[in-house]
């Protein structure tokens, strides 16, 4: 059985910093992205960031772009999220997905396969 399991997120301040991992288990995801979405109250998922397959390239929403990086460890099967000069609108539940391939349109949903069952994160003012 497939599982993706998300940790690390919490209750922080505005400009504060944490690390989300999310560890599969099941199958080995070495050649396949894996990305990071988010979703807030009232709003629909949207893409965070991704890396490929690989590890050779990584793309970011424009919102998150030099204060996020994703990262991935194919020995541990873990995908991780530094999320660093939080803000507010950064509070939402994020969840960690797995991809059907190594790259593909990575900021659709439709292109990944697993998915985790989120990590809420609350940034306070």
């Known amino acids: 059985q497939v599982q993706l399991v998300e940790s690390g997120g919490g209750l922080v301040q505005t400009g504060d910093s944490l690390r989300l991992s999310c560890a599969a288990s099941?199958?080995?995801?070495?050649?396949?992205?894996l990305g990071w979405f988010r979703q807030a109250p009232g709003k629909g998922r949207e893409f965070v960031a991704a890396?490929?397959?690989?590890?050779?390239?990584?793309d970011y929403t424009d919102s998150v772009k030099g204060r996020f990086a994703i990262s991935r460890d194919d020995i541990k099967n873990t995908v991780y999220l530094q999320m660093n000069s939080l803000k507010q609108e950064d509070t939402a539940v994020y969840y960690c997905?797995?991809?059907?391939?190594?790259?593909?349109?990575?900021?659709?949903?439709?292109?990944?396969?697993?998915w985790g069952q989120g990590t809420q994160v609350t940034v306070s003012s």
């Open positions: 890396i490929t397959g690989g590890g050779g390239n990584t």
């Open positions: 997905a797995a991809g059907r391939r190594s790259g593909g349109f990575l900021r659709r949903l439709t292109e990944y396969e697993y």
């Open positions: 099941g199958r080995t995801f070495s050649t396949v992205a």
